[in-house]
């Protein structure tokens, strides 16, 4: 079994804006461009052919109104393929009390499990007393935060994504907090190794980077028995496709255990799925 635990199914809205015109360069126009919505069977077959049993799947919201996946949208294809997909809600950090209401009603009436806030979106690292009332929600209601770490591919201030002091910050206010930190820290992956070390309660996924270009400080903490509890497989789909991703995990030097803690026993045990 295997779970993604970062993907996006991209609306015309997410496709078209300008930020993502570095990514498209990074993926060598892989990335869809058309003016026709994709529908969410693309998603499903890249997943299908690659052998990915579940996907969470993100919103996207960012200040000003900027909704680039609504939670609307993501709890629709939710339900249109329950046994394929869980929701991560997005919410109004300019908002809080809103904020807080749209977490608990998409985690309590349609089952999202859990909320994802990309810093470099808003301009606010995560210690802003913003995120403090979500941290607050997301501990009382059992559902992860999940965030971006490392540098931005769109042009876009990378500072918000440092693991020290932001992540290490968090979690020492918020020792219940599960924090899931996405796109594996670079170029402070040895920071990010290290607060995942410190706090029981943080993660990293490896959205965002294909299994062959892991930093190899990542794959020495894979290897070890704390690091097999604590990394989670990840793609940033559709800037990654799901085979893409996942090629070459054999050479990565992991045990059957390992290996299988990775691609999806973290993951069900961070967003408490069920098979």
């Known amino acids: 079994?295997?779970?993604d635990v970062w993907m996006q199914h991209p609306t015309l809205r997410f496709l078209g804006h300008d930020m993502l015109s570095s990514l498209r360069r990074w993926t060598g126009g892989a990335m869809p461009e058309n003016d026709v919505e994709v529908p969410i069977e693309v998603t499903v077959k890249s997943m299908d052919d690659a052998g990915v049993d579940v996907g969470l799947l993100s919103a996207w919201r960012?200040?000003?109104?900027?909704?680039?996946?609504?939670?609307?949208?993501?709890?629709?294809?939710?339900?249109?393929?329950?046994?394929?997909?869980?929701g991560l809600a997005t919410v109004d950090l300019d908002h809080p009390v809103a904020a807080i209401r749209e977490l608990r009603s998409r985690v309590r009436a349609d089952g999202f499990v859990g909320l994802r806030v990309v810093p470099w979106l808003w301009g606010l690292p995560p210690t802003d007393r913003r995120y403090y009332p979500l941290f607050a929600e997301c501990v009382e209601l059992g559902v992860p935060f999940c965030?971006?770490?490392?540098?931005t591919g769109p042009m876009r201030r990378s500072e918000t994504g440092r693991p020290i002091p932001y992540i290490d910050e968090v979690a020492l206010d918020f020792p219940e907090l599960m924090i899931v930190c996405g796109h594996v820290g670079y170029p402070w992956t040895e920071e990010m190794v290290a607060v995942a070390r410190k706090h029981p309660n943080v993660y990293i996924d490896t959205s965002a980077y294909t299994t062959k270009r892991l930093p190899e400080e990542l794959v020495r903490f894979m290897r070890t028995g704390t690091g097999q509890r604590k990394v989670l497989f990840g793609t940033n789909y559709p800037m990654i496709g799901h085979r893409h991703?996942?090629?070459?995990?054999?050479?990565?030097?992991?045990?059957?255990?390992?290996?299988?803690?990775?691609l999806h026993g973290n993951a069900e045990r961070v967003f408490k799925l069920s098979r």
């Open 62 to 86: 960012g200040p000003g109104g900027l909704d680039l996946v609504s939670n609307d949208e993501v709890a629709a294809w939710v339900g249109k393929y329950p046994n394929r997909f869980a």
């Open 245 to 262: 991703a996942l090629d070459g995990l054999d050479d990565l030097g992991l045990s059957d255990e390992a290996e299988a803690a990775y």
């Open 1 to 3: 079994m295997t779970i």
């Open 147 to 151: 965030t971006q770490v490392g540098h």
